[in-house]
């Protein structure tokens, strides 16, 4: 009788600078027989080092960690690590955000809102080569990426507005209304009403609070 050679586990980095969230994916996946969380880390600098040192398969990639963000992050990974495989966890999905990260070399995009049965089939996904996105928003700014010229230029993901728009979400901050917004800046009050639109377009921020978060996170404003 032929005895079957036993399937290797897939090898995952899981890179989160939460710690709960990262001790509790890890456990989690630890737990299903063909995963192997090889390392953790909570940072970007953490983890491109452990890349040098441990054989992994795929990288669990938060876009939010500290020191290294996530653009350098993938990039580095795509250019040094060709065989590693990058599934990002992000509590945004916008489409320029989604569009740029498979521009750097992503092969996945997965909502932190998912649960946790479709990150293990993204996980899966990847393995089997193929490409994972969790909702309709992302499917279309991967269509879109898929379509563009391959020249077109990269922008920073962790850094999608303008000049303007950074103004803007600084004074929205502030507690300033759309009127003295418009009034401060010499704009009209449906072109600051157009910018807030395409702010939290961009930044997938839902309310106010959203907003603050991104901002603060960015360093764009500071209490």
Do not use: W
């Not at 932190?112 to 909702?135: F, H, P, S, W």
């Not at 077109?152 to 507005?161: G, H």
Request: glycine residues 4%; aromatic residues 4%.
């Amino acid at each position: 009788m032929i005895e079957k050679t036993p399937q290797k586990p897939i090898r995952i980095v899981v890179a989160e600078d939460h710690v709960l969230l990262r001790e509790t994916i890890r456990t989690l996946l630890n737990k299903e027989v063909n995963f192997q969380v090889v390392f953790e880390v909570g940072n970007g600098a953490e983890l491109i080092e452990g890349l040098r040192k441990k054989e992994v398969d795929i990288v669990l990639l938060d876009l939010e960690m500290p020191v290294l963000n996530g653009s350098e992050t993938l990039k580095i990974i795509s250019k040094s690590h060709p065989r590693v495989k990058t599934l990002v966890l992000s509590m945004y999905n916008d489409q320029t955000r989604v569009k740029k990260c498979f521009q750097l070399g992503a092969k996945g995009y997965l909502s932190k809102a998912c649960q946790y049965n479709e990150l293990v089939t993204a996980l899966n996904a990847l393995d089997e080569g193929r490409i994972y996105l969790n909702n309709s928003s992302a499917n279309r700014a991967y269509r879109q990426f898929r379509s563009g010229p391959i020249e077109q230029k990269l922008n920073d993901i962790d850094d999608p507005l303008t000049e303007r728009e950074k103004q803007i979400l600084n004074l929205i901050c502030r507690e300033k209304t759309s009127q003295e917004i418009a009034i401060e800046l010499n704009l009209s009050r449906r072109t600051i009403e157009n910018h807030t639109l395409n702010i939290r377009k961009k930044t997938g921020a839902n309310n106010s609070i959203g907003l603050m978060t991104y901002a603060l996170k960015r360093n764009l404003f500071s209490l």
